[in-house]
């Protein structure tokens, strides 16, 4: 029972840390050049903070969740992973809702504010964001997840005293 | 000992609900009418997405946070506040971290966007919004320590077996 347990957080963690490296990545490599009235100009992730902002938080998030499929299960890390993965939930939770609310401004537009959606010139670049912010709703929902999993390890006494 | 964390946890509380209902009221009521080349506009928080799900946010956990407070300390539901408090404080990360994308675009603009800043025209509502966030910060800062200490006195079974 333990070691199904085991194998199953094992497996969430290596698809976790996929989602967020597959995030960054998508969005990282998110660019393209267009032509408008006679001026090129290039669309790139880093020419938003919020973009680079989701683009840092799923690297460093990447990291921690590679790092940690290394972790043995008898070690006392284990407890301040709680804390870690709380964490890294807040991070990825703030990251991810910067950048949607953004990528809706690139999409829709603002007419008040008198901001056009450029998602007509840039489909290509809208679409790969787009997946990129699909991909890191995932991630939000895996860690989420792994966080209250986390959560109900530490508060069961019994598993506690185990480990 | 246990009458004066009662009396510190309530203070938290007290203020977390304070700056919860003042972040929604301040965003609520940030509204300027403004000319711009002959032209009238009302710059109005319900005309951005990200700041009507900030308003909606806060006003959520402004109402968590009131009724919380009439909660008797020998109650059951004080296990469900550890989630409760889990789900405000994430809900709360979320719809700060929008607003503040948006805020950041009002204030700076987007030049590879075409997106130009709105401030230099309705800086009385720009600096309206601006207040909202800062003390949206805190009530968000206040959650997450309410959050650990939920988690705190979840995790010390004398204390479980004392409530």
Known sequence: M??????????????????????AIVMASS???TTVLALSFEAKYS?????KYFV???????????LILFLPSKSQLWRLVV???????ILLTSSISAAMAIAYVG????????????????RKYCNQVQGALIVGVFSVILYMLLFLYS???ALNPI???KS
Request: proline share 4%; charged share 20%; with cysteine.
């Open 2 to 23: 333990a070691e199904t347990k085991r194998i199953f957080t094992f497996l969430l963690r290596f698809l976790a840390f996929c989602t967020t490296l597959s995030a």
């Open 31 to 33: 660019r393209e050049r």
């Open 47 to 51: 020419d938003t903070p919020a973009l």
């Open 56 to 66: 840092i938080v799923n690297a460093i998030v990447s990291i921690y969740g590679f």
């Open 83 to 89: 804390a870690l993965d709380a964490v890294f939930t």
């Open 107 to 122: 999409k829709e537009g603002n007419p008040n504010a008198g901001w056009l959606p450029i998602c007509d010139q840039v």
């Open 151 to 153: 959560i109900h390890t």
């Open 159 to 161: 598993l506690l005293e």
